[in-house]
């Protein structure tokens, strides 16, 4: 689908941050190959894992496979994700909206949810051009300058990191033990990620950052407007969604056979979560880390670990196909939402 030529749009500031020299050359070889190179280790780990395991049940590595699918109930299987996956959209959208709403501008939390649902049909292929769709949405059709969307954009994925770092470090803490070495690192992350986050506070809402230009452009307006409260109401607000993934994926794990309980499932995702929120290729990595947790069940942990990743992405950009005619129609339709918050 094409769209229509895009209106003229008013001029970014003149102190706003573009992108810079370096950046217009592109990044450097080694930074484009490392995440197929990770990418290519991962699946040949997993390759001779497997194998080994069809070898044991003297079966071909396609038969063994073809028979851990056989053997998972997909209709129960499908009625826990279906509705895991909603919950997961409506938690989502909450966030964007509670974001925008706070920063930019007022806005129902109903008319977020089509352009948050058609995003991700776009972040199939990368997360952040999913976040750019929604901020040009916000942009054309209640008029924020393009910088100051920009801006809740970054805070969202700012946010979303430290939840992430945080909830793996409960995980670590539960099941330390039980994972392999290196993530070790976790405690040494997030005592580092508490200290910059104090060091950040302190730069854009006290004394660290005044009179420093840096802090006055656009592209910082969300970190000047919120305090320590802000950040942690984002984690509260997201932290339903990884509690109904543990319960889920406790579930949907014994679908495949393999024995667990919440408490081990508490443990172990959100450091899977963490471990795999690199963007691009290297979301493989939730596979491997699956086998490795998992020893003994190579097959059914590869298998799980890939519908699991795969049928969550695709399925939200379904959803995002049952709001994309009304989020085109909004966005081109050339006119500006008289939308009210909805506290």
């Known amino acids: 689908m094409t769209a229509p030529d895009p209106p003229p749009t008013r001029p970014s500031p003149p ?71 909603a919950f997961f959209f409506l938690v989502d959208s909450l966030i964007v909206w509670r974001v925008v709403s706070w920063f930019n501008t007022p806005v129902r939390y109903s008319a977020i949810l089509p352009i948050r649902g058609s995003s991700y049909i776009l972040s199939i292929l990368n997360e952040q051009v999913g976040k750019g769709a929604m901020g040009i949405y ?79 452009r656009p592209l910082f307006k969300s970190f000047r407007e919120a305090g320590a409260l802000r950040y942690l109401t984002i984690v509260v607000l997201r932290s339903p969604a990884l509690l109904a993934a543990v319960v889920v994926y406790t579930y949907a794990l014994d679908l495949f056979g393999v024995d667990t309980n919440m408490g081990q499932m508490l443990g172990y995702l959100p450091v899977i979560f963490f471990g795999a929120a690199t963007p691009g290729p290297m979301r493989t990595v939730a596979i491997t880390l699956w086998v490795i947790l998992f020893p003994g069940n190579e097959g059914e942990m590869a298998a799980f670990g890939f519908v699991q990743h795969n049928f969550f992405i695709f399925f939200n950009a379904a959803i995002g196909l049952l709001f994309l005619s009304r989020a085109n129609r909004e966005l081109f339709a050339g006119e500006r939402g008289e939308e009210v918050a909805a506290d």
């Open 138 to 216: 916000l942009n054309r059709r209640y008029g924020v300058p393009g910088w100051e969307v920009g801006s809740s954009m970054i805070f969202i994925m700012f946010c979303e990191f430290f939840y992430l770092l945080g909830w793996a470090t409960i995980g670590w803490s539960l099941r330390s033990d039980e994972l392999p070495e290196v993530f070790g690192l976790i405690p040494w992350i997030a005592s580092g990620a508490a200290i910059f986050l104090c060091a950040w506070l302190l730069f854009f809402r006290g004394p660290l950052g005044s009179g420093v230009q840096l802090r006055e």
């Open 15 to 85: 102190d706003a941050d573009g992108p810079s020299q370096s950046d217009a050359k592109g990044s450097a070889p080694w930074q484009r190959l490392l995440p197929w190179a990770i990418t290519i280790i991962c699946f040949g780990y997993l390759y001779t894992r497997l194998s080994g395991a069809a070898a044991r049940d003297g079966l071909g590595l396609i038969e063994y496979l073809a028979g851990v699918f056989a053997r998972v109930s997909w209709g129960r299987w499908l009625a826990l994700m279906i509705p895991y996956s």
